[in-house]
């Protein structure tokens, strides 16, 4: 069973991976090379700055490539888990709904306190913001997980608490909102690298459960 889920896990990222990363190549990769011109447009602070990076073209698309493709096996693994531990059958369609669940709770609700950052925008402390984020994912799922699977009204309450409770709070917000990259901009990079984020969530789902149910038929347990 553990060889199989590796299997799985590994063979959907590559190939849901590889093909968000073909669309990161065109959508978003262009937003952010346009917003780091904007990030060093102005004198500042040069401190770290001289940290190594890759360099633009070919060996900035390969380690992105790579960092998509790690990341969408990631997410197949922690799909797979969540459906074998709920003792879901794993189907194409429970996979879909897992995934579609997943990134609700890790991206969009997030988003709508902490939109993702174009390179030159200002941003709140990064600690607080890691906190609320991981603090807003764990209560958006453990809702979602009480709408799905309970019945009781006491928990339906419970769940629509959870989700409004890390909005209500509020995220944490820079000190001033200025940004040096155009308006414009930064929501196109926002709502592309929601869309990317989705299609990654989604496309991972989509082939773990493909690939399980083609292995299931081959060695049945």
Do not use: C
């Not at 609700?109 to 764990?138: C, D, F, H, K």
């Amino acid at each position: 069973m553990i060889h199989r889920v590796l299997m799985v896990g590994l063979l959907a990222g590559l190939l849901a991976g590889l093909v968000v990363a073909t669309l990161q190549h065109f959508v978003t990769t262009p937003l952010i090379l346009a917003g780091e011109v904007y990030e060093t447009a102005e004198p500042h602070d040069m401190a770290g700055m001289d940290d190594w990076k890759p360099a633009d073209g070919i060996e900035r698309t390969a380690f992105t490539s790579i960092a998509t493709i790690a990341t969408s096996a990631g997410f197949a693994l922690v799909l797979l888990a969540g459906m074998l531990v709920s003792g879901d059958e794993i189907t194409v369609k429970k996979a879909f709904g897992w995934s579609l669940a997943a990134f609700v709770a890790t991206g969009l609700a997030p988003s709508l306190g902490l939109a993702p950052e174009l390179p030159g925008s200002s941003a709140g402390p990064l600690l607080e913001r890691q906190v609320w984020w991981v603090a807003t994912a764990i209560s958006t799922g453990v809702a979602l997980w009480l709408f799905v699977r309970s019945t009781n009204w006491i928990a339906k309450v419970v769940a629509v608490i959870l989700l409004a409770l890390p909005h209500l709070i509020g995220a944490p917000q820079p000190g001033a909102f200025e940004s040096k990259a155009p308006a414009e901009l930064a929501a196109h990079f926002a709502a592309a690298s929601l869309t990317i984020q989705a299609a990654l969530w989604i496309l991972s789902g989509l082939a773990a459960g493909a690939l399980w149910m083609r292995f299931q038929k081959r060695t049945p347990v």
